[in-house]
């Protein structure tokens, strides 16, 4: 059976509604397989996990996109979450109300789009992280959970030096000395950082928006943890302000101002989290063999070091 069909069998049985027209897929997004579904009770999403999507990832992940949608924060509505995915050989699956809205390349095609999808991204943003969690952890409602954030760095940084040095380190750049340097910040800046959700997936492919260029929602808690929320920063600056002119990074962070104040010793506490992001993806990119990414992750980092706190 064509997976077109199986889906349309999926979603008529699981949530009793008529599909009424072909599911289609979406080719847009990494990891999941997204398709389209016309029903009678409006249109949804289905999400095809990868394979290598635990059980125990999908249920963290939806924990964290239902707290996120009771804080307010503008997400599709999560209407089913099947982590066993006997249907479709153990791929699990989830099912959204599908949002109508564009990707922000489609809009963002004059400085009043610009400043109005980043400001309106901000107060977003803003109010994701004031859902705080009851510590710092890898898995939102997961073990193990950390009181501090300078605890669970601790336990962080020896898995991203083992996978670094795995995968041949980086060459210019001693990373173990620079992870203790990361350290170090971590256990100064502590004592003011309180966990939140941290979505850590910010870039383009993550973000709806309207036709008027203001942001719709926010798309795909996949690798959403309990985290200093500064954390978002990281692919943020990377893979988002760095595309577009100053006025974005002015009006990003006018609309997360107006929602909360940033959070202290910020600069610090991005730098602690931009290298802890930076180096853990270019050991996957080299293990994958991703170059083009793992390149990109590089020059970022380099950029990064130039402003050691």
């Known amino acids: 059976m064509l997976t077109s069909d199986r889906i349309r069998a999926y979603v008529e049985q699981q949530l009793a509604v008529g599909v009424i027209a072909p599911p289609v897929r979406i080719q847009r997004g990494y ?8 029903t009678d009770d409006g249109e949804l999403l289905v999400k095809l996990a990868r394979r290598a999507f635990g059980s125990e990832k999908l249920t963290a992940a939806a924990r964290a996109h239902r707290r996120a949608a009771a804080g307010g924060v503008p997400v599709p509505e999560l209407l ?9 050989e153990g791929r699990s699956v989830r099912v959204l109300r599908f949002l109508p809205g564009a990707h922000p390349a489609e809009v963002l095609i004059s400085e009043a789009a610009v400043r109005r999808f980043f400001r309106s991204f901000g107060r977003a943003l803003a109010q994701l992280h004031r859902v705080e969690c009851e510590g ?15 605890e669970y760095v601790e336990h962080r940084v020896p898995q991203i030096s083992e996978r670094a040095t795995a995968t041949g380190g980086i060459p210019g750049i001693d990373h173990e000395s620079l992870l203790q340097r990361v350290l170090k910040i971590t256990a100064e800046v502590s004592p003011v950082v309180r966990p939140s959700i941290t979505h850590r997936d910010l870039y383009a492919d993550n973000l709806l928006a309207g036709p ?6 926010l798309l795909d808690f996949d690798l959403a943890e309990a985290w200093d929320p500064a954390a978002d920063q990281a692919k943020l600056r990377w893979l988002v302000l760095a595309d577009h002119p100053p006025e974005a ?3 990003f962070f006018a609309g997360y101002t107006e929602v909360d104040e940033l959070p202290p ?10 290298v802890l992001e930076l180096v853990n993806h270019l050991a996957n990119a080299n293990a994958a063999d991703n170059n083009d990414f793992a390149a990109s992750a590089r020059a970022r980092l380099d950029t990064v070091l130039t402003s050691v706190p």
């Open 80 to 88: 089913l979450v099947d982590a066993d995915g006997a249907a479709f």
């Open 136 to 150: 710092f952890s890898s898995r939102v409602g997961g073990e193990p959970i950390f009181p501090t954030w300078a």
């Open 265 to 274: 010793l910020f600069e610090q506490r991005v730098w602690v989290a931009e």
């Open 249 to 251: 990074t002015e009006a």
């Open 212 to 217: 008027d260029g203001s942001l719709v929602a």
């Open 31 to 38: 990891g999941n397989e997204n398709w389209r579904v016309p």
